[in-house]
């Protein structure tokens, strides 16, 4: 007897297998299967096992992480390894706050409330801003004036919502269901009131583990629903204290515009905060940022798991990168390694540098929030953390694509903006982290693809750092590019330097010492300070061309050309490099380039060179395009 197949899912498929069955069998040898009642019954018959055979791999997809496509799946199975996803977060600013009281406001403290509102517009649209907590501030003398002084007052954008519910006795632990999915769910504020008519009110804690709890603990959890929708769970008497019949819940929060908000810096208020005739004056510490979107169900999926490896502890490198990324989600990348992997080794601490989101900033406070969240709570005793700012080297681009002009109907202007968009695309998602490498063959290939007609790529790379100048004051600086350079390709800027008691326009370039030859061009240069004349005034620094780090001393600058808030320096890798690395560079020996080890970078990011031209301040462009028609082969 034939068999049945069952390997293929496809309708027509389905629906053939079973004609070729029933064809078999005896009792239908005589049917005709193309008329058309057998033909419905048949096409119901496959119908059926195809609907059914879809619903059984749809549900097999959503039961694993990896595979499921549901946000409501993949939360549920992020919640059975102990993971929230992250809500959106609010954009937050830190003010400066000055307060003149008014004449009849006699008291020497004020508080100023949580629910203070702060108005800031951006692009049209106006924000409102609140103090995450009450502040007090105890009047001073400024300049022979009373004043309250609120500094670093940070303010958060949103809407101040408020829900209250009333426990009945079947549903104690509840869950309560937050009805807005454009929360902030770190601006909870979770208090129990103790019913309806006796007014005293306790104010709950989230908690983040089940390790310190018992059944006295004053806790909540935050968990996201089926719906999209954040909700509220309390204790049950035994890990966490229980409530009562007649208690009622009462939960406020921010709902938030996200990243909308962030940018903005003028920042006023509307009401009385003492007394009439009061004068109050802001300035702006930090504008806003750090605004969000809700974590999206691809990020979900990568960091579910990353949390779930560390089991709410840090100890390893990535238990802290984790961690952190969960306590903010504003955080790009994370880079983290003890302080005995450090130049020179420094035991007890562990090194963190943060490298913020596209429009975000990281603060002191979002730096203090992690220390108090992750450092102080899940490590080993005596980790001491220190932050570490990134350090970014930027890559700038000359690239000439030669193409076939009947193979495409592309202009060469289309191409270059082609090209532009592919390489903005590749440094958007390939680096721009930390630790990430730059590789030549990928960009190539990358700029190759993006239209049939390019025959060949050519890119040539250069390597610039920023520095930022302490101006009028020898002062020391130190950089490095962590590559191999070029002898005689290094050069900078336009900046006013001071020589003795003279003013000097001037730009650094290196001149490679005698010991730096062909092939090998391996050594050290000096770092000269060259007029607009090409009159080399001064000897400044030196330059490890093996490791390409650079010491510049005592150099004077007096001001800066233009816009420019940084001295742009530039140098071309060697040519034997095609490769950008994150390695450090380091020489353990002054006499041969052998002597010059490779370790991993720590804190290098690696970015798009985005200068723009300018004849002012002898800035280069950092990327330029140049699509070209290839020859007629003779």
Known sequence: ?????????????????????????????????????????ID??????????????????ESFLDTAIKRSSVVSLAKAIGYTPKSRKAAQATLNLSIIPGTSYTNSVYTLSRDSAFTAGKDGTTYTFYPSEDVSATLQDVAGTNTFVFNDLIVKEGTRVTNSFTLSADKLQGPFIIPNKNIDTTTLRVRVQTSGSDLSIETYNKASNFVDLNSTSKVYFVEEGHDGLYQIVFGDGVIGAGLNAGNVVVIDYLVTNGEDANGCKTFTNSQTLTAVGELVSNTVSSVAGGGAKKESIDEIKRNAPQYNVTKNRAVTAKDYSALIQQVNPNIQSVSVWGGEDNDPPMYGKVFISLNPAPGSIITQSDKDLITAEVIDVKTPIAIQPEYVDPEFTYIGLKVTATYDNKATTLTAGQLNNAINSAITEFFTTDLNYLNKSFYYSVLHDLIKSVSDSIKSVNIVTRLQKRLTPTLNTDANYSFAFNNKLEPGYFHSTWFTAKIATTNYKVKLVDVPGSTVVAPVYSGTGTIKLETEDGIRIADVGTVDYDTG??????????????????????????????????????????????????????????????????????????????????????
């Open 1 to 41: 007897m034939a068999q049945l197949n069952v390997t293929e899912l496809d309708f027509e498929d389905i629906k053939s297998n079973l004609r070729t069955f029933f064809e078999s069998q005896s009792e239908f040898s005589d049917y005709d299967f193309e008329g058309s009642a057998l033909s419905i019954l």
């Open 549 to 634: 780090k650079v010491t510049i001393s005592e150099m004077h600058v007096v001001s800066l050309f233009g816009d420019e808030t940084k001295i742009r320096v530039t140098s071309s890798p060697h040519e034997d490099v095609k490769d950008i690395l994150t390695n450090v560079l380091r020489r353990t020996s002054d006499t041969t380039a052998a002597a010059v080890v490779a370790k991993p970078s720590q804190n290098t990011i690696l970015t798009l060179d985005d200068t723009v031209y300018n004849l002012t301040t002898g800035a280069r462009l950092g990327l330029t395009i140049d699509s070209v028609i290839k020859q007629k082969e003779v």
């Open 44 to 61: 119901s018959l496959a119908y059926n096992t195809h609907y059914n055979a879809i619903l059984a791999h749809m549900l097999a997809n």
